[in-house]
């Protein structure tokens, strides 16, 4: 039982470059979420997806787009990253509408 | 949106003490507030969490207290230890979303 999973650890892209972050989640909840993490200003939402089926904006979604691809499996992806996509990036899940636990993040570098 | 402040942004004491560490929140609708510790190069982890119909909550060392009337919820750390040391999120959380404080860096001074 590993709670959530994030692939990869650790990436650096040129700027212009995709990318797609992996999440999985084996605790059969509902809610997954994607935060990143920059210093000094803590943890913001940039997509969240309450069931399987929906995904919503957070509060940051510009230049990333999400997949709920099934209910383990939430994935984010950058479409055209930029220097300012630099940071660390948490999946999260949850069951029902507020406990959220951590998955161990992937620490992104965009030059 | 929910806009959550946290204070103080950095924090040192002396082991054997107390930490108190102090947000305030926006939104009246927001009913679950959370707390998590991040160790450096971890991810951020529940310590304890509070619900709106309840004022106060203990767990061993660690205490909540919420004010929903003044929008605000404390979050005090007894017997400080060396492991106390980490940094400390706020989030308040309404509808699925938890919107997050800046963080509080704790240290413990042995």
């Known amino acids: 039982n590993a709670g959530v999973t994030q692939t990869p650890k650790f990436q650096v892209l040129k700027t212009g470059q995709s990318m797609t972050l992996q999440c999985a989640q084996d605790m059969n909840h509902n809610s997954m979420y994607w935060y990143r993490q920059d210093p000094g200003m803590g943890l913001r939402l940039i997509y969240y997806s309450a069931s399987e089926g929906t995904t919503d904006k957070g509060e940051v979604p510009n230049g990333y787009n999400v997949s709920r691809l099934n209910k383990r499996e939430f994935s984010l992806r950058l479409e055209s990253a930029a220097p300012s996509q630099t940071s660390v990036y948490f999946c999260?899940?949850?069951?029902?509408?507020?406990?959220?636990?951590f998955g161990p993040g992937t620490r992104l570098t965009v030059l | 949106g929910e806009n959550v402040e946290q204070h103080p942004s950095t924090l040192s004491v002396q082991e054997g003490d107390s930490a108190v560490i102090k947000c305030t929140y926006s939104?009246?609708?927001?009913?679950?507030f959370p707390w998590y510790k991040q160790e450096l190069g971890k991810r951020p982890q529940l310590i304890i969490d509070i619900r709106s119909n309840v004022g106060e909550k203990k767990d061993q060392r660690i205490a909540v207290t919420l004010n929903k009337t003044a929008k605000h919820f404390s979050l005090h750390i007894t017997e400080t230890q060396p492991e106390d040391s980490a940094v400390y999120f706020c989030?308040?959380?309404?509808?699925?979303?938890?919107?997050f404080g800046a963080g509080t860096t704790v240290t413990v001074r042995a």
């Open positions: 989030a308040a959380s309404n509808d699925y979303k938890l919107s």
């Open positions: 999260a899940e949850g069951q029902g509408t507020d406990t959220q636990y």
């Open positions: 939104d009246s609708a927001s009913n679950y």
